[in-house]
Nanobody
Framework: QVQLVESGGGLVQPGGSLRLSCAAS????????MGWYRQAPGKQRELVAS???????NYADSLKGRFTISRDNAKNTAYLRMNSLKAEDTAVYYC?????????WGQGTQVTVSS
């Protein structure tokens, strides 16, 4: 079993920043992809960013330059730094971990961007 626990969400004003964390525990493979997804009310879940064990990253085109994904392999933890936040970034952010055709998901953390 694998458990993913996200933290760091909350309420932030437009233009502000947040850093989300995702800590994984359990029976984890030696190589895996970690990713951040988000789901806004009434919308489908969408990829925000992903990162491989080697550090290769992939971002949603619309978020490049504002969001940065990183990871600490020793801690099995991924991070998402979000800058210049906008109201449209409001969503539940989910962490995922995947290898060998299997995906695991966290419970999600709410990010609300509002003045």
């Amino acid at each position: 079993q694998v458990q993913l626990v996200e933290s760091g969400g909350g309420l932030v004003q437009p233009g502000g920043s947040l850093r989300l964390s995702c800590a994984a525990s359990g029976n984890i493979a030696s190589a895996y992809i970690m990713g951040w997804y988000r789901q806004a009310p009434g919308k489908q879940r969408e990829l925000v960013a992903s990162i491989t064990s080697a550090g290769w990253t992939n971002y949603a085109d619309s978020l490049k330059g504002r969001f940065t994904i990183s990871r600490d392999n020793a801690k099995n933890t991924a991070y998402l730094r979000m800058n210049s936040l906008k109201a449209e970034d409001t969503a539940v952010y989910y962490c995922s971990m995947a290898w060998g055709g299997t995906s695991y998901w966290g419970q999600g953390t709410q990010v609300t961007v509002s003045s």
